[in-house]
């Protein structure tokens, strides 16, 4: 009998030590799958990190260009400028250089001619070929006006006593070179 007991304990042993394995198996295939699916997500996640990397850096070589093309305009416009500016030193400047619009005129008057000048402007201008020193010999205008004292008046409100300005009749046509500048080109600087 002790042996029989002896076998049905072998066989127990057994049995436990056969169920120990299959539930040790069933378990690291359970730890397993885990790991392969977490191995997957790292993967599709390190797929996406790398082309968010790859679009990151097309985009960073697309603005490098942009950025070389942009330096190249501003290395062209500086070359333009220099060369605008040397040549700007070498010509006078047009006698109207900054003129606008002040209002609308009535044509249905005749047009007077008047001279605006300002000695202290023309000082200042450094050079007699600049436009500035025609402000001594005087600027020539066409003013549309009932009458010369009107056109006078109407220039006289553009061009401010108190800043230096004088407006007077321009003397005859044939005394002078200068072209006459219409109300429209009534010049602001």
Known sequence: MTQFI???AAGANIGIAVMIIILLGERSHAAWTRVRLKA???SAVKEDFERQVNDAEQAVRALHESI???KNQ???AEQDLDSLAARHKETDLPYGYTSTIVDVVDRRYRTWRVVVR????GSSAGSF???AHKWIEGRYYEVPAPNMEYAVQAMQSRFLLRDGFTVDPA???GSTAEA???LDQVEVG
């Open 129 to 131: 070929s600049h436009p």
């Open 171 to 173: 003397p005859p046509r």
């Open 40 to 42: 997957d997500e790292i």
């Open 74 to 76: 501003v290395v062209r």
């Open 6 to 8: 002896g076998v049905l």
């Open 68 to 70: 070389a093309d942009l």
């Open 118 to 121: 300002n000695a202290d402007l």
């Open 180 to 182: 006459p500048m219409s």
